[in-house]
T-cell receptor
Framework: GAGVSQSPSNKVTEKGKDVELRCDPI?????LYWYRQSLGQGLEFLIY????????KSGLPSDRFSAERTGGSVSTLTIQRTQQEDSAVYLC???????????FGPGTRLLVL | DAKTTQPPSMDCAEGRAANLPCNHS???????VYWYRQIHSQGPQYIIH???NNETNEMASLIITEDRKSSTLILPHATLRDTAVYYC?????????FGAGTTVTVRA
């Protein structure tokens, strides 16, 4: 079946611009996660959704980062006033529930010039 | 989460079995061992996971020692497409954390 999809696959933006990253989870998966992976860095947790609620936003780096999920499905990660240090691969994952296996999307490669 | 230790790299001949070791000596009783891999420029791909018993699926086998302090991922017949970074993690909650992993290069 269809896996997790993300769009865009690549995004180049100028410092100070806002960007929106989209994630379509696997159908029926109630849990959704955003991670960030920088060159030479490990996987960094950003936020976890259960349904449309985000019980854990502890990994969001600053108030420039926000995320929402609607209809228990699609999620959008928004970065306002992008900075060069925001350049990274943003990964979305979903799972049937929070204790089940997480399946990742292909990621969005963000480059802030 | 318990820390894991993996060799930084290993080579494998195409068609041969690849055995990837992982040490997790501080694992707790309710922590699962998960394996993911990441092929260059792609998202992490789930391979297999286990708690106590050995597991096998269409991709690989996972052998967990009786004391659960180490495990081995076995790719039975490695192909060139198996070249990737392989991550062994132990998890108790939903926040996944990858270490450096093992870079596996399958050679023809």
């Amino acid at each position: 079946g269809a896996g997790v999809s993300q769009s865009p696959s690549n995004k180049v933006t100028e410092k100070g611009k806002d960007v929106e990253l989209r994630c379509d989870p696997i159908s029926g998966h109630t849990a959704l996660y955003w991670y960030r992976q920088s060159l030479g860095q490990g996987l960094e947790f950003l936020i976890y959704f259960q349904g449309n609620s985000a019980p854990d936003k502890s990994g969001l780096p600053s108030d420039r980062f926000s995320a929402e999920r609607t209809g228990g499905s699609v999620s959008t990660l928004t970065i306002q006033r992008t900075q060069q240090e925001d350049s990274a691969v943003y990964l979305c994952a979903s799972s049937l529930s929070e204790r089940e296996t997480q399946y990742f999307g292909p990621g969005t490669r963000l480059l802030v010039l | 989460d318990a820390k894991t230790t993996q060799p930084p790299s290993m080579d494998c001949a195409e068609g041969r079995a690849a055995n990837l070791p992982c040490n997790h000596s501080t694992i707790s009783g309710n922590e699962y061992v998960y394996w993911y891999r990441q092929i260059h420029s792609q998202g992490p791909q789930y391979i297999i996971h286990g708690l106590k018993n050995n597991e096998t699926n269409e991709m690989a086998s996972l052998i967990i020692t009786e004391d659960r302090k180490s495990s081995t991922l076995i790719l039975p017949h490695a192909t060139l497409r198996d070249t990737a970074v392989y991550y062994c993690i132990v998890r108790v909650d939903y926040k996944l954390s990858f270490g450096a992993g093992t870079t596996v290069t399958v050679r023809a």
